[in-house]
């Protein structure tokens, strides 16, 4: 079971090029892939995300990759000999179109190709081949981020589920003296109210208006339908594969379930219960919404 979340970072430096691939994922309902390459990997977009496919299946992926050219964090001065030679040049040029006034260094100096070519140029043949070995390392730290964030994810989901478990229990213990008061209740109601009218009771069809009437605040097949639904939590849990969305489901489910009885249950301690419960769920939702 993995998360969404997750951080993966390779590099690697030689004689030409300084790499450094980087990449950053967050929760997404399908996989989405941002990338932001230098001009050279412009056309390599669709072979990395098909790597990026064979590694993650969901969440929002952000990739970046940085390359500079070796040392090109030292400051870089022209090479003399080209100085010399488009110094030539702009006076065989200044001499040719008869034009007036001095060549002068800063005139040199803007020159763009004595500064040589940006990294971001460097052919696609020599970065690719580096890029795409660091990517693969990167997408092995990213994987294993993920799976321990997972790890933590399912350690905190067995713990409010265990809480869910113990809250669960008490309505189940409560429900037999809650329907037993409310038939008592509602039939002594209906007994004083019979004597007021001067009216003979009826006791069978009594009997099953109460009967009725009572079974509006048995929850039984509720909290046995919330047991159930926490074994599958537990079981899905313990798979393999993409669990995310079984899960939010799930949680869909046991939230029905635990309003049903918050509404029916009428009374006090069940009532704590549910609201116990539906906090948990909330939890709960926030941890399964980062799941893959």
């Known amino acids: 079971m993995n998360s969404m ?9 030689d004689r030409k090029f300084d790499i450094e691939v980087e990449l950053r994922s967050v929760n997404h309902r399908f996989l ?4 932001n390459l230098p001009e050279g ?10 790597m990026v496919r064979g590694s993650v299946s969901r969440g929002s992926v952000s990739l970046g990759v940085t390359v500079k050219s070796a040392g090109e964090d030292r400051p870089r001065l022209p090479d003399p000999e080209a100085l010399r030679d488009v110094a030539a040049r702009l006076r065989q040029t200044q001499k040719a179109l008869k034009l007036k006034g001095e060549i002068g260094i800063g005139d040199l100096l ?3 190709t004595l500064w040589g070519s940006s ?9 690719w081949p580096r890029v795409k070995k660091l990517l693969a390392d990167a997408l092995k730290a990213l994987v294993a981020h993920r799976a321990r964030e997972g790890k933590a994810i399912e350690k905190d989901l067995r713990a409010r589920l ?4 113990a809250r669960l229990e008490t309505v189940k213990v409560r429900v037999p003296a809650v329907v037993e008061g409310y038939q008592k209740r509602l039939d002594d109601r209906i007994q004083t109210l019979l004597r007021q009218k001067g009216i003979e009771a009826a006791q069978v069809d009594i009997v099953k208006e109460v009967a009725i009437h009572a079974d509006r605040c048995d929850v039984s097949e509720e909290a046995q339908r919330l047991t159930a639904h926490l074994a599958e939590f537990r079981k899905i849990l313990s798979g393999e594969g993409q669990v995310g969305r079984r899960l939010d489901f799930l ?6 379930e635990t309003n049903t009885i918050a509404s029916k249950g009428n009374d006090a301690s069940i009532s704590a219960c549910a609201v116990e419960v539906k ?5 709960i939702k926030e941890q399964v919404d980062n799941l893959e």
């Open 5 to 13: 979340t997750g951080f993966g970072r390779a590099s690697s430096r």
């Open 32 to 35: 989405a892939l941002k990338q």
């Open 41 to 50: 990997l412009g056309r390599c977009e669709s072979d990395i995300e098909q």
């Open 110 to 112: 803007q020159v763009p």
């Open 119 to 127: 990294s971001a140029e460097a052919p696609r043949e020599e970065l």
């Open 162 to 165: 265990a809480t869910i478990e």
């Open 251 to 256: 949680t869909q489910e046991m939230g029905r």
């Open 279 to 283: 906090a948990e769920l909330e939890k």
